[in-house]
């Protein structure tokens, strides 16, 4: 059984579209979150949820809109795609957010292609 | 701000030889340390993870060293062999407003040649 899985796997999209990827784990974890890995291979941060609410948010542009409907389950809506927004987009989730020392699992990515 | 900087080159070495990835920090004091492995179309798998008062972890062919003082992390993996090679990412892990918070450096593209 696949741990944390996300789709779809590969979006090719226009500018200016509106797009979702979506995202589950199954490993009764409390924390989910979103990663961007760009074109340079650095995987930066984008937000983290802990029983669904929001408590990381790195400045991120408001045109990108996390949801999660309960624990297991973390969305991500993107609006008004852009060329700069092509990356590959992981999901990940850890045990316990009130703890540091968690290990994070990732799912296995979200390529994103923006034309 | 935090700033994680990793061999940026990619690392060629010989299969059975020891090698020896680097990750240095600056602006933050983590509590943790994470290792990452990442093949290509794949997600980062954790490999090993050090706390601030430990001066090294072992685990398999692995081993992770940590140095507050200097703020560097040395990533080992002995007797290399080419199923080995891939992106290895050093992360740092803190407390941000009561929360975990892992922040990945660039990552290490580690080549192993037969």
């Known amino acids: 059984d696949t741990a944390v899985s996300q789709t779809p796997k590969y979006l090719v999209t226009q500018m200016g579209n509106d797009k979702s990827i979506k995202c589950e784990q199954n490993l009764g974890h409390d924390t989910m979150y979103w990663y961007k890995q760009d074109s340079k291979k650095f995987l930066k941060i984008m937000f983290s949820y802990n029983n669904k609410e929001l408590i990381i948010n790195e400045t991120v542009p408001n045109r990108f809109s996390p949801k999660s409907p309960d624990k297991a389950h973390l969305n991500l809506h993107i609006n008004s795609l852009e060329l700069g927004d092509s990356a590959v987009y992981f999901c990940a989730s850890s045990p316990r957010s009130g703890i540091v020392g968690n290990t994070i699992y990732f799912g296995e990515g979200s390529w994103l292609t923006v034309v | 701000s935090q700033k994680i900087e990793q061999n940026s080159e990619a690392l060629n070495i010989q299969e059975g030889k020891t090698a020896t990835l680097t990750c240095n920090y600056t602006?933050?004091?983590?509590?943790?340390l994470q290792w990452y492995r990442q093949d290509p179309g794949r997600g980062p798998v954790f490999l090993l993870l050090?706390?601030?008062?430990?001066k090294e972890k072992r685990k398999e062919r692995l081993k992770v060293t940590f140095d507050t003082t200097l703020k560097q992390s040395l990533f080992h993996i002995t007797a290399s062999q080419p199923a080995d090679s891939a992106t290895y990412l050093c992360a740092l892990d803190g407390n941000s407003g009561g929360y975990q918070k892992v922040t990945f450096g660039t990552g290490t593209k580690l080549q192993v040649i037969p």
């Open positions: 050090i706390r601030e008062n430990e």
């Open positions: 602006n933050y004091s983590p509590a943790y």
